[in-house]
């Protein structure tokens, strides 16, 4: 199970990950991925140390690892931003991290190691986020850093391409595809 932190309470929500998936009793167990810019606001210039402290709490249970980011809005809202050919009625989506924004806010996590994981879902938030990890390949090349599109929804094959170029990995939903015409 993958689940993401920070968004409600993050001592309250690593509390209840502790109770329930180090209990004995549970079948599971859990990868957190913390929300990165929750986690900014709250705890300010020691947000990248406090996300590396979670590691020395990994049990064989839970683990804490990486960080997320919002490309842009969602699928079943309508808020995913579409490029070309666009909605049918004009609107443009919503991108959580604006585009000009993307390498700068995620830096720090990547200059720290961590493996981030981008929400996207429309060609205009997965164009920006393939975009801002070729800007982070260009400011400090990785190997193995396992940069994740979730959704990935809306794209293309030379965004496919792309991707597997700059080291990155993709969790698809296939069934926002479209057919090809």
Same mark, same amino acid.
């Given at each position: 199970?993958?689940?993401r ?12 990950? $502790? ?5 004995? &009793? ?5 990868? +957190?991925? *913390? ?5 900014? @606001? ?8 406090y996300?590396k ?19 842009d809005?969602?699928?079943?809202s309508?808020?995913m931003v ?6 049918? $009625? ?5 991108? &959580? ?5 993307? +390498?700068? *806010? ?5 200059? @720290? ?27 400090k ?13 809306i ?22 595809s479209?057919?090809?015409?």
């Amino acid at each position: 199970m993958l689940f993401r932190s920070g968004i409600i309470d993050l001592p309250l929500e690593e509390a209840l990950f $502790d109770r329930y998936f180090n209990d004995p &009793m549970s079948p599971m167990r859990c990868v +957190v991925v *913390t929300d990165a810019v929750s986690l900014m @606001a709250g705890k300010g210039d020691q947000a990248v140390a406090y996300a590396k402290s979670l590691s020395s709490r990994n049990t064989d249970k839970l683990i804490f690892n990486g960080v997320k980011f919002f490309a842009d809005d969602a699928f079943l809202s309508l808020g995913m931003v579409i490029e070309n050919p666009g909605y049918a $009625d004009g609107r443009q989506g919503l991108f &959580m991290t604006a585009p000009d924004q993307m +390498v700068e *806010t995620m830096r720090p996590w990547w200059e @720290a190691g961590f493996q981030i994981n981008v929400h996207t879902n429309g060609n205009g938030g997965n164009q920006a986020t393939i975009n801002a990890l070729d800007g982070l390949m260009a400011l400090k090349p990785r190997t193995d850093h396992r940069f994740a599109l979730h959704h990935y929804g809306i794209s293309t094959p030379e965004m496919a391409r792309r991707v597997a170029r700059l080291g990155g990995i993709a969790s698809v939903k296939p069934y926002y595809s479209l057919p090809s015409l």
